[in-house]
């Protein structure tokens, strides 16, 4: 059987009506619900990484001449040096969280 290019805008026109049209069961509101409060948080995440990000840099920049002298930026054991892998994990895990799409700012 074929179908016209009309025939098929036509079909679908009517299909997705039926789908509007259709009632939401407590399962799918349920899951949307879910799914709403799921992009809440992790636009709180967001906000939050950020907010950490933004801070670890600032003190960064405040004493970085301090840091300096005493090699705790060359240790790979320092706290510093974690903090900033800390900081660097939690921007990779929110970008893979997001589906790779998005940059944390």
Do not use: C
């Not at 992790?42 to 301090?66: A, G, P, Q, R």
């Not at 300096?68 to 903090?83: C, F, K």
């Amino acid at each position: 059987m074929k179908v016209s290019k009309r025939q098929l805008r036509q079909i679908i026109k009517e299909e997705r009506a039926k789908l509007i049209e259709q009632p939401i069961s407590g399962g799918q509101a349920d899951q949307m619900q879910a799914d709403q409060d799921m992009q809440g948080a992790m636009d709180e995440l967001e906000v939050v990484i950020y907010e950490f990000s933004k801070t670890v840099d600032k003190w960064f920049n405040t004493h970085n001449d301090k840091l300096e002298p005493t090699g705790v930026l060359d240790d790979p054991d320092s706290w510093a040096i974690r903090l900033e892998e800390i900081r660097y994990d939690l921007n990779e895990l929110m970008s893979d969280a997001q589906g790779g799409g998005r940059r944390v700012r």
